[in-house]
Every structure is written in structure tokens, then in C-alpha cells.
């Protein structure tokens, strides 16, 4: 059979139930090895980390060796790099996981009725719920997205479509310095300003929160929009221009609209990067236990800093505030995910079909 | 209608790099005028200065006149979007709205500034001009389809439809068939031949044959070395051109001796 040798002839390679039989060889070996020894923790429980990690050397080390001998070099080198990218993603995913674990775990005890009808007034100890919270979130980031997109937007046309020499560059310049403000500072920003604005009894108030929140969103969206534009082919902007298109007619009607589904969703992922933010909510809107709707005057609570002060600051019944507190936790993930979700949508929407 | 071009005198500058030397020629009217020679010489900079696309590119200008029917386009007080209203363009690729229907593609000229039209009157002007690129007949029963959804070379006769929609007096094509197949390229030239009778065409190509098929006129343009200005050789009837050049750069062109 081997008289014929051809150089396209593949090498041998493993069966294919070689890498589940190996991966369960490798952990059974890992775990009788760790209870044999007696390898345990103070409370006599099996160190499961160990385990793992074991086990993974263990299907490593074997792989290499039989499929070197096997199959060759390119496909042993090909097995380990499949094994390391494996491991690496299942490293990242990890904390994803039992992050989503935890939180939904703890937040479902109080994710109920009264969590959604009800402010913290009056409540010491258990009931009470965020609705003043969810209410200022959603009036926070509402105000801060109607300040930040029109000048995001109106920006990253100006840095695409018209900007040339040194103004360009300096915002341009100034845009990368923004996205590196530390978010306190642009809560303190925003606090000073309506400080100054207004004076110390009425500084601390929605549209305060809002502007710091703008402060940290306008540099996403301008980044975001500029490269949806940057990627609208130019060829699209010479056909318009050469039936006689003026160039703000052409930049409103086919470029922004070319670029919509990007720009949509790129103004989605800096809501749900500012939704979160806490610490210049805490200066610039303060908190609050009580419903404020109005963001022009009085202290406003969001569900970051909510969360933040049902922990901070438990009361009598400490269980209650650490379950309110989760379940802030929780209502704003879902606030996220359901906005991220809106981002897909939008850009299967408005994506050019073809 | 149907215009007389005339150069005089044309520089044509990026920055300070002079792209185009000292063009002197008349474009006639309801004729196809070829413009060919290598890359690089200039051709298709040329044709972008007939209805000033040359300086949507930053930094580039033109020096000289260019007149049509008598009027300098080049002159101070003319604004270059109306200019581009008289002139239509077709590009090397095709490149319909990706966001618009065919319809809407084809009435892009009116849509895009806005122009009022009814229904009917709508309906009419898109079937004209499909019908006029020779496309009618293969999208009519899906006028609502996304423009890209077309092949190549429907593409491009949708996107030539939609710059005689708005009824130019010059059309200019920049190497129009050289991204298609033979069958959509023999469409595309049946279409520029038909095309003359009311307008007064441009078109650059690469392809000898083409420019002797389909032209009346043909320039013939070359650069002496990179980084030098591209300059017109020659410029007679296509028979001429092809058959009996005065120039030896010409002839040695046409005949495939370089290029």
C-alpha cells in the first residue's frame, strides 16, 4: 500500500473521539490524583481549582506527546494553540458568567412589584423600592443622550467631511483627551459649574447629573459616528455631488443615512456605557429616598447610586438594604441588555439591504 | 440639448503637482469624443474638470478657460453645483445608492435636492430614463428592490440612467466598462451610441477597441515620465486616430507598440 507515497498524502491523524476521551482521561485523573493524596481544604472540601488546573496540564502535556508522535509536528503545534485559545476564552467567559450568576441570583428576592411601584420614602427597614431610581435613571440618560448626539454627531461630520488643518486636529485632539476624563472629574465639572451657576443651595440637581454624564458621552459618540463615516465610500459622495447635489445635501441625505445603522447603535453603546456610572451622579444629582420627576431642581436618585447607597448606607434591617441593593443591580443590567438589544435591532433595520 | 465644449489654455493642478499641461481642444456636440492613452496621463483628471468634480478633491484647482456653449464654467461668479446639474457623470465602478430603491436611484438627481414631483410625473421621468439606459424591460416588476441588488452591469446602466434622469447636456463616462463582463460592456456602448443623439458624450477608456467602436473624436493623451504633467498628443476624428496618426507617439500607441 505504501508503494505509492505521493507528497499530498496526509499524515495520520487522530480519531475523532480523541479529544472528548482525552479531556475526560486527563480530569478523572486530575480528581482521583487530588482525592487519593488527601489534597483538601480546612473544611475537607475538594479544591476544585486545582482540579482543573491539573487536569488541563495533564490534557496538554498528554496531546502533545501522542499527536506528535502521531500526526506530526504542524498538527501537534495546531492542538496546543487550540488549547490555549480554548483556555484563554474560557477565562474571559468566566467572570461574565458568574457575575450574570450572582447578580441575578441575588437581585430576583426583591425584583417585584413593590421594587418597581415604590420610592425609599419613609422606609427604614424592609418594602421600599427604586421606582424613584429607575425614574431619575432614565431622565438622566435621556437628557444626557438629547445634549450628546446632536454635538457628537454634528462633530464627527465636521472632523469628516469638512475639517482640515490645525482646528481639526485639535479636536480631534481634544476628543481623545475627553475620552480619557476619569469619570469623577466630569462630576465634578458639572457640580462646579452649576455651583457657580446657580449657588450652593440648588446646585445638586438632574440636569447637573446629565451634563456630567454628556461630559463622558459626547467623546463616544463622536468616535463612534466618525468611523461610521469615515467608512461610507467616497465613490457615494461623488455620485451625489455629480448629479448636482449640494455637499450638505449630500452629507444629510446619502452619507448619514448610509451610515445610519452605525451610528445608531454606536449612540446606543455610549447610553449603556454612561447608564452605569455612579461616582458623578453621586456629586453632580446627589440622592435621594424620595420621587423627584422634575430634573431642574432638588437632588435626583439613579439606580447606580442607589445601588451604591442601599449598601453604603444599610439601616436596621441590613438584609433588606443588601436585597434592594442587588435588585438595583439587576434592574440595570436588564436596562443594558434590553438597550443592546434595541442597538441590534436598529442596525438591522436601517442597514442598506442587498 | 446638447453642448460645444471648449478648452483653452487647461492646467490642471493637485496642490502643486501639475496633473494636465496646456489642453486645447473642442468637444463636439451630439458626438462620443474618446479620451486614451496610458495610466496616469491624465485622462481621467481632465474629464473631472468638464464638470468640476476636480476640486471636490482638497487642494486641487484649474487654471485656463473652459467654456460651454460659450459660457466659462471656470468663471468666478459660477456656482459648480449647478454646473454638475448640465454635466452628468458615470464612474469607473458602479455605484447606485445603497440605501435607495431602483426607483429612488434613479430619481436620485430630483430626490436629493429636494425637488417637488408628483406621483405620475415621478413614475414617468424614472421610466424614461430606464428606458433610455436600456434597463427598463429587466426592472420593471421590481422598481422597490434595493438598487445594489442588481448585477454589475445592470449597476451600471442604472447608475447612467439616473444622471440622464435629470436631462444634462453632457454626460461624462470615466472608463465605465472596465469593472464588467463583454455582454454588459457591448450594452453599456450600444447605450453611449444612442446616447449622442442628444447628448454630447465623454468617455475615457483603456480599451483601443471601445474608443474606436463607439467614438466620433478621439484625444489621445501621454506623459513624457512619471511625475510629469500629461499632455494631448493628438486629437482628430476616430478613423484618423486609428488609421493614419500624424504623431509616432500616437501611432505607436494605437498600434500596441507601448501601453
Redesign the interface.
Known sequence: MSAVTSSLQASASLPRWYNPAALLGSFSLALASMTLSGFEDEAGNLNLAAVIVIGYLLYMAITFVVSRAVEGRRKSVDRMVTGLVTAAFTLAVIPLLSLTYTVVSNGLARLDATFFSNSMRNIVGEGGGALHAIVGTLELTGIATLISVPIGIMTAIYLVEYG?GRLAKLVTFFVDVMTGIPSIVAGLFAFTLFLVVLGPANAINGLAGAVSLSVLMVPVVIRATEEMLKIV?N????????????KW??II??VI??A?AGIATGVIIAIARVIGETAPLLLAAGFTASMNYNPLSDKMMTLPVFVFTSFANQGVDTQAYIDRSWAGALTLMIIVMVLNLIARIISRVFS??? | MSKRIELRNLNVYYGSFLAVEDINMVIEPRAITAFIGPSGCGKSTLIRTL?R?HE?I?GAYVQGELTMDGENIYAPEVDP??????V??V?Q?P?P???MSIKDNVL??Y????SKMSKTEADEIAEKALVGANLWNEVKDRLER????LSGGQQQRL?IA??IA?EPDVILMDEPTSALDPISTAAIEDLAVELKDKFTVVIVTHNMQQASRISDQTAFFNIAGTGMPGKLIEYDKTEKIFSNPTQKQTEDYVSGRFG
Open positions: 482640515r465610500p465613490e457615494l459622495r461623488e455620485a451625489s455631488y455629480a448629479l448636482g447635489v449640494p445635501l449630500t441625505k446619502v443615512p448610509t445610519l442598506p439591504r442587498g | 464638470n468634480m471636490v482638497p453645483v449647478k454646473v454638475r446639474r448640465q452628468g457623470m464612474f465602478r455605484n445608492f445603497p440605501t436620485s438627481g430626490k436629493l435636492n429636494n434595493p438598487g445594489s441588488s447608475c439616473r444622471a435629470v
